[in-house]
């Protein structure tokens, strides 16, 4: 019986590893492959097989209401390459998911510092503020759908009685205050998440380092920028990436509130895709429109990757 | 330690390529879960013949009346005597929302899976007949029994000369006025032409200023087929008919449709209107009285009824209904919502799911029982029964049938409907809620249109 040792992290073998050892360690990881092939096979089934079979379709004239699919080639691309709702869906998407991500991270940010030093009795002011990520998107998306009614909402009723506005602000019902409102119900929902990461980001921060940045003569607002938010980046990038992802594919929240209108103001990708393929029927094109989202959504997978990555290098 | 620091790297690379390869599942789930919406088979399934009149018989039913709260109780007690008078017959009923019904029973059909009976309306019905997956009723049906139904909705369930859709309430949009709203704003009577609602709907707008909550016209402008249903009598008064299966482009550049348009953005403008509403969120409203007209079926005055609770009596001294406004022409126009019953080619007893359909539209329990009090709608038939003439002996069953019937019209229903209703309905919301010039509008909905047309493969007259 041979017993493998190896080198202790941060040390290095002096010849590497024995050869035999390492032959002995691939063996055993090839045998080991077979307990992951039912995942393997889930995960081809569920997600290979949907996203290869949307390429697929995407070169199709494929509709629900026409049983005869032919091959169009590029045509669908072409298509989308001039298509002016495609874009302002694009750009809406980015708006979206550019602002609530945004501001909810700034606010989840803001709120865990401010509530940092809660302790004791005032704990629960963080679960209450905690909250909203309990509550079902439709739920929330309807709480704030009824609330910004043009007519009869509580929220313009205050303005109105406080005399702040002269008319009903039309929140949902105006191409100009339709997305900001949409945005705001989704940072509600979504700020309580980026306080948890943030909250426990800081609990990593190492008391020691505080208290040298603290004898050093650093003030509150110097050790929140020098010393704390360098121990969140990498919380931040991770919870930004999750948040980008879910803005990306959130259905729920503006179907419910907005439909995607009025017109197209708060038309996103995922919503076009929808009204293309359930209400257009026209699951060639939706198929080439989710095929293009799936590729943007990539290239910022791959990209926030690529930033952690260097910040754990760095 | 240089093998120490080329260990650390490679972990690192290895840990890198780890988080990436996580963060491209990641995306590949979130990404490909909803691609598989997207995702069809092309298997469709054979119809089967029909099994001896004794044997157990299973039909199973797809519809949204037993998924809505006014009209489920109803159903249920009515599918529950047809299995008492049928013994053999189970009728298994699939609640679908009325907003899903369409694109589920298309994807049904897709996959081989397609319900034998189904309750469709409009531009479903239309999809699902372009898509040849109804069985034609007439070899069931019989000329007698065709000829007993209005001839309005004969022709309303017809398509390529089949009769595939055989009618089950008769449900015409009207328009729904609240005669203490308007008696209080001092109109005497609902209004007959556009320039008449639209005098009307001002005097409304004095009478009660924003903050009592009061919405003149609960009018449904959203971005849906149904959007451009209740959009399209009123394009009618101003002599514009925006599209037809047989041409590629839309008539919306045109002196009628700007008409239509303005007329849209008064409505936005003025505040008569609340844009991007569905019309079952002003039913809510008006059930309050804070609706003075809206546009709407018969089925208005369930929906109503199961929020406040009215009596008959009560609701019909409150609301009234008649036509939708005529244009300068003096022709009325509505559009017909008639919940219909299809078979599918699938169905696997077509003699035992005909015989359902024909009770549970036609007979006097079924109408007695189910039609008229859970959807306050007309039977299909001509002639009227003893049996249920009571019942609709009321103001509003009279309108419907006497004055506002008669004014159906069918839109272009069909393939091309279901791409042009998007680009029609976001320009009739721009209109309304923007300053957007309305030829810059009219511009854009032909260009969203040809390239939807073109996507879809539909770009041929």
């Known amino acids: 019986m041979t017993t493998e040792v190896l080198p202790a992290e941060g040390t290095t073998h002096p010849a590497g590893p024995p050869t035999w050892a390492r032959f002995h360690r691939l063996i055993r990881k090839k045998r080991m492959l077979w307990m992951v092939l039912p995942t393997l096979a889930i995960l081809a089934f569920v997600i290979a097989y949907p996203a290869v079979r949307a390429v697929q379709l995407s070169f199709t004239s494929t509709s629900l209401i026409n049983p005869v699919a032919r091959g169009v080639g590029f045509t669908n691309y072409r298509t989308l390459f001039h298509d002016s709702v495609f874009y302002t869906a694009l750009k809406n998407t980015l708006v979206f998911t550019g602002s609530s991500v945004l501001l909810a991270g700034v606010g989840g940010l803001v709120l865990a510092l401010l509530l940092e030093d809660f302790l004791g009795r005032f704990r629960w002011v963080q679960t209450v503020l905690l909250t909203p990520w309990a509550v079902p998107t439709v739920v929330a998306a309807y709480l704030f759908r009824y609330m910004f009614e043009e007519s009869g909402g509580v929220v313009n009723s205050v303005l109105l009685q406080l005399h702040l506005v002269s008319h009903a602000v039309p929140f949902l019902a105006s191409p100009q205050w339709s997305m900001p409102t949409v945005v705001l119900a989704n940072v509600w929902a979504q700020l309580p998440f980026f306080l948890l990461v943030f909250s426990a980001g800081l609990k990593t921060v190492p008391d020691e380092v505080v208290e040298a940045a603290r004898t050093d003569g650093a003030g509150r607002w110097s050790i929140v920028r020098h010393v704390k938010l360098h121990y969140l980046r990498s919380a931040a990038v991770i919870a930004v990436l999750l948040m980008v992802i879910a803005n990306f594919n959130n259905f729920p929240h503006i179907e419910s509130m907005t439909g995607g209108g009025p017109g197209i103001s708060t038309t996103t990708l995922v919503i076009y895709v929808y009204q293309l393929a359930f209400s257009s029927y026209d699951v060639g094109y939706a198929s080439a429109v989710g095929v293009v989202w799936l590729v943007i959504l990539l290239v910022l997978a791959v990209g926030f990757v690529r930033a952690v990555r260097m910040e754990g290098t760095s | 330690m240089s093998t120490s620091v080329d260990r650390t790297v490679g972990a690192r690379r290895r840990q890198g390529r780890s988080r990436r390869g996580f963060g491209i599942a990641a995306v590949v789930a979130a990404g490909g879960m909803v691609l598989a919406a997207c995702s069809s088979s092309s298997s469709s399934a054979s119809s089967a013949t029909s099994p001896a009149s004794t044997a157990p018989v299973t039909i199973t039913f797809a519809n949204w009346a037993s998924d809505e709260s006014n009209t489920a109780p109803g159903l249920k007690a009515a599918i529950a005597l047809y299995e008492k008078e049928n013994p053999n017959v189970t009728i298994v009923s699939q609640p679908v929302s009325y907003s899903n019904i369409g694109s589920q029973l298309l994807l049904e059909v897709r996959s081989g899976d397609a319900p034998d009976v189904a309750e469709v309306q409009g531009d479903y019905t239309a999809a699902l007949a372009y898509d040849s997956a109804l069985a034609p009723l007439t070899p069931y049906a019989g000329s007698s029994f065709v000829k007993s139904l209005v001839p309005q909705s004969v022709t309303e369930g017809t398509y390529n000369g089949q009769f595939v859709a055989t009618p089950w309430i008769i449900a015409p949009f009207g328009l729904w006025y609240n005669k203490n709203i308007l008696a209080s704003a001092g109109i005497s009577g609902p ?149 219909q019953l299809v078979m599918f080619k699938t169905a696997k007893n077509k003699a035992a799911a005909w015989k359902f359909m024909q009770w549970l539209t036609t007979s006097p329990q079924a109408v007695k029982d189910y039609t008229i009090p859970y959807e306050d709608a007309l039977p299909p038939l001509k002639q009227t029964n003893p049996a249920w003439a009571s019942l609709v002996n009321n103001p509003n069953f009279t309108a419907y049938k006497n004055v506002i019937e008669p004014t159906a019209i069918r839109p272009g229903w069909g393939p091309k409907y279901d791409v042009a209703f998007p680009p029609i309905m976001t320009g009739v919301e721009t209109a309304m809620t923007t300053a957007t010039p309305l030829a810059q509008i009219e511009s854009t909905m032909q260009s969203q249109y040809k390239t939807a047309l073109q996507s879809a493969g539909l770009n041929t007259p």
């Not at chain 2, 209740?230 to 045109?254: R, Y």
């Open chain 2, 191 to 339: 209004p007959s032409t556009v320039t008449a609602l639209e005098s009307d709907l001002a005097k409304v707008k004095a009478k009660y200023p924003p903050s009592t909550g009061m919405i003149p016209f609960g009018f449904d402008s959203t971005n849906r087929s149904f959007g451009l249903d209740i959009n399209w009598s009123f394009m009618k008064d101003f002599g514009a008919t925006p599209m037809s299966e047989s041409t590629t482009t839309l008539a919306v550049q045109t002196p009628q449709f700007t008409n239509y348009l303005s007329f849209i953005r008064s409505l936005g403008q003025n505040g008569y209107d609340v844009p991007n509403q569905l019309q079952g969120h002003f039913r809510a409203i008006a059930a309050v009285n804070k609706v003075a007209f809206a546009v709407d079926g018969p089925y208005f005055q369930s929906a109503v009824q199961a929020t406040n609770h009215m009596t008959n009596a009560q609701f019909y001294s409150t609301f009234g209904v008649t036509t939708i406004p005529s244009g300068s022409s003096g022709t009325h126009y509505t559009v017909p919502t008639d919940h």
